[in-house]
């Protein structure tokens, strides 16, 4: 059974950093490429930044270049996003995605940036 168990998340102030974590279980993590996505309440889930497998090719939405980012640890099965600084607007539920047959997600972590 696939499993994705996101943590690392919290409040924070502006130009602040968190570092988020995601452990994967249920498939060979090497052979897949991973991602970050985010939501806000009444707002679509949007893309945040992806890592493809081995090779480990990174992309990053333009909200988050140069502050957030991607990496993965294939030997621990687990991917991660460093977050510096954060921003007020950066406040969601961030959530990590594989697709592997079809796609799975994991529970989140809720990040709140707010002085």
């Known amino acids: 059974q696939v499993q994705l168990v996101e943590s690392g998340g919290g409040l924070v102030q502006p130009g602040g950093s968190l570092r988020l974590s995601c452990a994967a279980s249920?498939?060979?993590?090497?052979?897949?490429?991973m991602s970050w996505h985010r939501q806000v309440p009444g707002k679509e889930r949007e893309f945040v930044a992806g890592?493809?497998?081995?090779?480990?090719?990174?992309n990053y939405a333009d909200s988050v270049k140069g502050r957030f980012t991607i990496s993965r640890d294939n030997a621990k099965s687990t991917v991660h996003l460093q977050m510096n600084s954060l921003k007020p607007e950066d406040t969601a539920l961030y959530v990590c995605?594989?697709?592997?047959?079809?796609?799975?997600w994991g529970q989140g972590t809720q990040v709140t940036v707010s002085s």
């Open positions: 249920g498939f060979t993590f090497s052979d897949y490429s």
């Open positions: 890592i493809s497998n081995s090779v480990g090719l990174r």
């Open positions: 995605r594989v697709d592997v047959c079809t796609t799975v």
